[in-house]
């Protein structure tokens, strides 16, 4: 072997082990997991079921705040308080409470909903690749080398 | 902190707010919750401001008692056969269970007729009206009037009733055992307007 091929083949070898070093470091992968299609149906439901039965709330505290102001007075009406008048109040004291439990009951169902979420939240799965420092391997021949590598995953 | 104020206001809203002295008493002295009847006002407000029934003033009423029988019936002078409205306020309570009034049409009335209206607060009792001829029975029962609104706290009643030329006829106007409120209201004032004319 020369003199100009002995140097041409160090050289590769150093060039060689500093890409391995740079390799060194380990990779991480990280994959999201994935809610069942039961977990989320039943998220679905929740939701779902909290947002209809706080939208009949809604409905009943518009009824009740209707019933409410066509009896509502602040000053002398010159009117008689009559059955209509104490029916309209009766309605608005029934969908009061009706709203009442509705925002209830859907306010509970949304938070529950939201804790199901949360609870149900699937681990990511994180796979670390670590790879093995190379060996390189260095073989002369006529003429120059042969630089070569081995890497495990 | 904003969001919980108006959820706050939202609600309240929900329940009717009435203030003191906005209605007249219904039927049987009807106010909405935490408020009662005015006995003397007739008018809604707290039950700190309750006033006993009271009739008229001295000043005010033109029924004159002892009128509680067709014989002593008080008398509706000078109604000619086209004649103005005579208007009686009157009151009754207690034993005051009917009074009776009296009015004479004039001879030589080609056709005529008695137009009466009787008008008091429906909080208290229900009161009557009837026309009674000179023999004593009676020609016709007040119903409703033809032009009437309850929602302004008081009811009427109403007849009209073609009458002969130069006799003598009586209103009676009686509390009908309705509205009492148990026997608590069993009372009332009234207004009687009655006026002569070509029917």
Not at chain 2, 10 to 19: G, K
Not at chain 2, 69 to 83: H, I, K
Not at chain 2, 106 to 119: N, Q
Not at chain 2, 180 to 194: D, E, F, P
Request: net charge negative.
């Amino acid at each position: 072997m020369s003199t100009t091929t002995r140097i041409v083949a160090s050289a590769l070898v150093l060039v060689g082990t500093s890409r391995v070093a740079a390799a060194d470091r380990d990779i991480v992968i990280e994959t999201p997991g994935e809610r069942s299609t039961n977990t989320k149906l039943l998220l679905a439901g929740l939701a779902g079921a909290g947002a209809l039965v706080g939208g009949l709330g809604v409905y009943w505290h518009l009824d009740s705040r209707t019933a409410a102001d066509e009896v509502s007075a602040g000053k002398y009406t010159g009117m008689a308080w009559t059955t209509e008048d104490v029916a309209l109040a009766d309605r608005a004291d029934r969908s009061k409470t009706r709203a009442t439990v509705a925002y209830s009951i859907g306010g509970a169902l949304v938070v529950g909903a939201v804790i199901a979420f949360i609870a149900t939240d699937p681990p990511s799965e994180t796979v670390v690749i670590r790879p093995s420092r190379g060996t390189p391997t260095v073989a002369p021949t006529e003429g120059g080398a042969v630089l070569g590598g081995m890497w495990s995953f | 902190m904003r969001a919980a104020a108006l959820v706050f206001v939202l609600a309240a809203a929900c329940t009717p707010e009435i203030v003191s002295g906005s209605y007249l008493c219904g039927p049987e002295r009807a106010c909405p919750d935490d408020q009662a009847c005015d006995g003397a006002t007739n008018i809604c407000v707290l039950p700190s401001q309750v006033q006993p029934f009271a009739c008229p003033s001295q000043s005010e009423t033109t029924e004159v008692e002892p009128n509680d029988d067709s014989v002593n019936a008080q008398l509706v002078a000078n109604l000619e056969c086209v004649s103005r409205s005579a208007e009686i306020v009157g009151c009754t309570r207690d034993l005051d269970g009917e009074d009776w009034f009296v009015f004479d049409v004039p001879v030589g009335c080609t056709a005529v007729a008695v137009e009466a209206r009787l008008t008091f607060p429906l909080a208290f009792e229900v009161l009557s009206l009837e026309v009674h001829g000179s023999t004593g029975l009676t020609i016709a029962t007040g119903g409703d009037c033809a032009i009437s609104d309850a929602a302004d706290g008081d009811e009427q009643r109403c007849l009209d009733v073609p009458l002969a030329s130069g006799s003598r006829y009586a209103l009676r106007v009686a509390r009908s055992g309705v509205g009492t409120c148990g026997g608590a209201c069993a009372h009332n004032k009234y207004t009687l307007t009655l006026q002569l004319k070509t029917p």
